[in-house]
């Protein structure tokens, strides 16, 4: 956020999230929205969609040990009741990269897409609220599924542009 302030970035980005064009978000894009983090203390996000970010779990739990945090590598995400069109190749429970060590929780569970088990931590891993797609992992490291992502994406981005020409 202070980076996103000192670069006069966040006016920008209430306006684009303000219109009709799709704001994706990975990682940290996704935790950015939320309206107050708990990494490096406690901040406020964009304030766009309402909830936190956390981290994992504390590491003295002794259920929670064998975890390493930051979580990273290959999990499955599991669709929520928020019908995602930016998942519509891709099968329930498919695996995407992910590298992490906080996650968000927003308050209204209707905008999780999906989420994902780690230990037994239920987090979000992706969002559709409004123009808004963000996800927790990372397509772009995520293999075919992943750039099955970026093609959905492109293919929307490409429908609104022929809709507002013709429009």
């Not at 981290?55 to 590598?73: A, M, S």
């Not at 963000?134 to 609104?160: D, M, N, V, W």
């Amino acid at each position: 956020m202070n980076a996103l302030s000192k670069l006069d970035l966040i006016n920008p980005l209430i306006d684009l999230i303000d219109s009709d064009k799709i704001l994706f978000g990975i990682c940290l894009g996704m935790q950015l929205l939320m309206t107050e983090s708990y990494e490096f203390g406690h901040h406020n996000g964009l304030g766009i969609i309402q909830g936190k970010v956390v981290k994992f779990f504390d590491q003295t739990n002794e259920t929670q040990k064998e975890l390493k945090v930051p979580h990273i590598g290959w999990n499955h995400i599991y669709y929520s009741i928020n019908d995602c069109i930016y998942f519509k190749n891709i099968k329930d429970e498919s695996y995407m990269y992910f590298v992490h060590s906080f996650y968000a929780i927003p308050k209204d569970v209707n905008v999780i897409s999906s989420y994902s088990l780690y230990g037994n931590t239920s987090l979000c891993s992706s969002i559709k609220y409004k123009n808004i797609f963000a996800c927790q992992f990372h397509p772009e490291r995520s293999g075919s599924k992943g750039l099955e992502i970026y093609k959905t994406l492109a293919s929307i981005i490409q429908t609104q542009k022929q809709e507002n020409n013709n429009g």
